[in-house]
């Protein structure tokens, strides 16, 4: 029942961090900041 | 027989309880948080050579590193932050992130300084308790089922706020707006976007079960790696090698500044923790008001300027002391906090961390099978290495010749000593400082 309760359980902690919206929203914002710091200098 | 009339039971009324007293731990290591965020600037105010923004951002974040380092293994040991890591390795990947984050963050502030002026920049940067307040709700279920009394009492709070922060950023403010104010407008709102997000990993960090001391610990390789990065990349390794050299004197007081305001966001943190991001920043971001208090009693800076100045002053003070009236008597009710466990627990199922620890970690508590921490001859030899370079820095400090109030310094550094001395009094006895 592990899949019910959790459907990422059979996937690598690498997997689950890459489709994990919490990961990609402060990459994302990240690289926005570090391109407008170049447009910037 | 059993009905929704009856009276709760003693594990029902002593969890009230216990949540009760976290709610009221993470507000005052809001406010003690701000106390010490905003006096991490008076250090800062002793260097007056011309030494570059960059250059004194480098300098303070290595004296955030060795603070971030030493002070967990004085504290809990860094055997604590090895077992934390253990059970939930992939938080690192967030703490480095969120470093990352405030480095960029705190080097747009610099340039948004220079381009419109403290006075402009601060408001749009200072918008990140919003943004903070956003993603808590959007992705950690804050907020939830809070009623609209305490949504007026958290959103209405943090504007209140942000309108006393622009009357005081317009008091404090010395400078005019340089030119270029289209480009220091985007690197405000950019800084504040920035630190804003950075609350995610914070949050997701604690809904997890991790211990603040050992999120920071890694926070800071993300933190001294980039603003290292950015330093070398935008001044070059030799001119800024030899602005370091000629900076010695001072290094000692940038590294003070760095290692107060670890104190501070270490408040920041166990805040974030127990109140969540929504109320935790809004409250330690009283900090500008701590940091105008140094300046006008000790460092003498609204000397000589018109009544109205004072008048802006008093009305931003109250405004921020309203504002966070507001968001401290805003305190998450039990439905909200039911909401909160789900988004712990849908953080535990997916990296498969131990739900008991997820619980224990969020009330407060050691897991039961977890060892009770102690510190290693590694730890004293880090936190001895640390005190050193503090030391060999105190050496070739330079005593700035400048006129400085001591009656109000010894008064507010008082109050400082006194709010972390019953915080972590308090962080202590509840929580063992997890």
């Not at chain 2, 600037?41 to 050579?49: D, G, R």
Request: aromatic content about 12%; some cysteine; overall charge positive.
């Amino acid at each position: 029942m592990a899949t019910m309760d959790n459907p990422k359980a059979n996937s690598s902690r690498p997997d689950r961090v890459l489709t994990d919206v919490h990961f990609w929203v402060p990459v994302a914002v990240l690289l926005a900041g570090l391109l407008l710091l170049s447009f910037m200098h | 027989m059993t009905s929704a009339a009856q009276p709760p039971s003693s594990a029902e009324a002593q969890g009230r309880s216990r949540s009760k007293t976290l709610q009221l731990l993470g507000i005052l290591s809001g406010f003690t948080a701000g106390a010490w965020l905003g006096a991490a600037e008076a250090p800062t105010k002793l260097v007056s050579i011309g030494i570059s923004p960059m250059a004194i951002s480098l300098i303070m974040v290595i004296g955030v590193f060795l603070a971030r380092w030493s002070l967990p293994a004085l504290i809990l040991g860094t055997s604590s932050v090895r077992a934390d890591v253990r059970r939930a390795p992939h938080l690192m990947i967030w703490a480095v992130l969120a470093g990352c984050l405030w480095a960029v963050a705190n080097t747009l502030t610099i340039l948004a300084i220079r381009d419109i002026g403290l006075s402009i920049a601060f408001p749009l940067w200072n918008s990140n308790s919003l943004l903070g307040i956003f993603w808590g709700f959007l992705f950690f279920n804050e907020l939830r089922q809070a009623g609209w009394r305490r949504w007026t009492g958290v959103l209405g709070g943090a504007l209140v706020m942000c309108a006393g922060a622009t009357l005081l950023a317009i008091a404090s403010s010395t400078q005019g707006p340089a030119g270029h104010s289209l480009r220091g407008v985007w690197a405000a709102l950019g800084a504040g976007v920035l630190w804003g997000t950075m609350y995610i990993p914070y949050r997701k960090a604690y809904l997890t079960g991790m211990n603040p001391l050992s999120f920071v610990t890694f926070f800071t390789f993300g933190e001294v790696g980039m603003m290292s990065a950015l330093a070398v990349g935008y001044t070059g390794l030799t001119p800024l090698w030899q602005e370091l050299l000629g900076a010695r004197g001072v290094i000692f007081w940038l590294m003070l500044g760095g290692f107060i305001w670890v104190i501070g966001d270490l408040f920041q943190q166990y805040a974030a923790k127990y109140v969540g991001i929504s109320r935790g920043i809004p409250l330690s971001n009283s900090n500008q008001l701590w940091g105008l208090l140094w300046g006008i009693f000790v460092f003498g800076e609204l000397h000589g300027r018109p009544s109205s100045t004072y008048l802006q002053v008093v009305g931003g003070s109250l405004l921020m002391m309203l504002g966070v009236a507001a968001v401290a008597f805003s305190s998450a009710s039990g439905e909200e906090q039911a909401r909160w466990k789900e988004a712990a627990a849908r953080e535990a199922r997916r990296y498969g961390v131990a739900r008991d620890y997820v619980e224990a970690r969020l009330d407060g508590r050691r897991a039961a099978d977890e060892s009770v921490y102690s510190r290693s001859v590694w730890d004293w030899l880090l936190v001895a290495a640390a005190s050193g370079i503090f030391v060999v820095f105190a050496g070739m400090a330079r005593v700035p010749r400048m006129g400085l109030h001591a009656g109000p310094a010894a008064l507010l550094a008082t109050a400082l000593l006194l709010l972390l001395a019953i915080s972590a009094f308090a962080l202590w006895r509840t929580t063992r400082f997890n």
